[in-house]
T-cell receptor, first 114, second 108 residues
Framework: GAGVSQSPSNKVTEKGKDVELRCDPISGHTALYWYRQSLGQGLEFLIYFQGNSAPDKSGLPSDRFSAERTGGSVSTLTIQRTQQEDSAVYLC????????????FGSGTRLTVV | GENVEQHPSTLSVQEGDSAVIKCTYSDSASNYFPWYKQELGKGPQLIIDIRSNVGEKKDQRIAVTLNKTAKHFSLHITETQPEDSAVYFCAASDDMRFGAGTRLTVKP
């Protein structure tokens, strides 16, 4: 597609429930990234996929967070047993071939845990 | 790994003045330095980038300069306009982490 698409744009969930966030990167981009942005804060790196390599999961804050990327394209970020501190905007980005190329970001998913 | 520091955290200028945001990095192997602009309610957008084989790049009112010896690079915005008000982030290649961001406010 023309840009990075994320869905849903907004998600309200009850504490303790699991949520799945979806990212459709730009076609042909081999690198995909997930970030978390709390209100008024910076970009917190979560996970990085590059081609067929094992993902860099060094930014995941706890084992409740996981992500997968199927067929080198669509990615899903899953948060299990959500907590209130998980409330944030989750941003996905893709780039042509890794970190030495500019990122294109999606508009994000605003997650609210009540 | 890379460590990118960005300052100032907030910057307020009068319309028409210039604004400068600086970032320093630690990994001398980094060779790509992008800048992103994030407007309220939107994802960050790449506005300019520079590779290590050049010292300066300009695109209309924005420019980026790179000092590889000192390991710092800067974003320069001239003739600022209210629509330049946003949060700006820097990054250095070989890492997925961004600088902490600079909130720029341009007063009309």
């Amino acid at each position: 597609g023309a840009g990075v698409s994320q869905s849903p744009s907004n998600k309200v969930t009850e504490k303790g429930k699991d949520v799945e966030l979806r990212c459709d990167p730009i076609s042909g981009h081999t690198a995909l990234y997930w970030y978390r942005q709390s209100l008024g804060q910076g970009l917190e790196f979560l996970i990085y996929f590059q081609g067929n390599s094992a993902p860099d999961k060094s930014g995941l804050p706890s084992d409740r967070f996981s992500a997968e990327r199927t067929g080198g394209s669509v990615s899903t970020l899953t948060i299990q047993r959500t907590q209130q501190e998980d409330s944030a905007v989750y941003l996905c980005a893709s780039s042509l071939a890794g970190t030495a190329y500019g990122y294109t970001f999606g508009s994000g998913t605003r997650l609210t845990v009540v | 790994g890379e460590n990118v520091e960005q300052h100032p955290s907030t910057l307020s200028v009068q319309e028409g003045d210039s604004a400068v945001i600086k970032c320093t990095y630690s990994d001398s192997a980094s060779n790509y330095f992008p800048w992103y602009k994030q407007e309220l309610g939107k994802g960050p957008q790449l506005i300019i980038d520079i590779r290590s084989n050049v010292g300066e790049k300009k695109d209309q009112r924005i420019a980026v300069t790179l000092n590889k010896t000192a390991k710092h690079f800067s974003l320069h915005i001239t003739e600022t306009q209210p629509e330049d008000s946003a949060v700006y982030f820097c990054a250095a290649s070989d890492d997925m982490r961004f600088g902490a961001g600079t909130r720029l406010t341009v007063k009309p």
